[in-house]
């Protein structure tokens, strides 16, 4: 089975930084997008960014604060989330599909890690 599974979510104060990281297992991804998606609480499911080789995207309300990063050979991607602000709080989720920020092109989801920013 393909697996996705993330780690690192955590609690964090506004201005403090928090990476999380998923690991995709399961069958070859070198031609698959890996990305993130959130959540929050009574919200919508929001694009955050995504990456392949040397393609990224990101949301509009991420760009500037968040990089992400992705090691092709091990199946790994990372979130580093800095200058994080309360309205970052939500459940982030890996995927792994079509590169970019239409959730309907990713075919494999990971079950989700909670990210909370509260001071």
């Known amino acids: 089975q393909v697996r996705m599974v993330e780690s690192g979510g955590g609690l964090a104060q506004p201005g403090d930084s928090l990476t999380v990281s998923c690991l995709a297992s399961?069958?070859?991804?070198?031609?698959?997008?890996l990305g993130w998606f959130r959540q929050a609480l009574g919200k919508e499911r929001e694009f955050v960014a995504s990456?392949?080789?040397?393609?990224?995207f990101y949301g509009d309300s991420v760009k500037g604060r968040f990089a992400i990063s992705r090691d092709h050979a091990r199946n790994t991607v990372t979130l580093q989330m800095n200058s994080l602000r309360p309205d970052d709080t939500a459940v982030y989720y890996c995927?792994?599909?079509?590169?970019?920020?239409?959730?309907?092109?990713?075919?494999?989801w990971g079950q989700g890690t909670q990210v909370t920013v509260s001071g």
């Open positions: 995927a792994a599909g079509v590169n970019g920020p239409d959730p309907r092109g990713y075919k494999y």
């Open positions: 399961g069958r070859t991804f070198s031609n698959y997008g």
């Open positions: 990456i392949l080789w040397n393609s990224t």
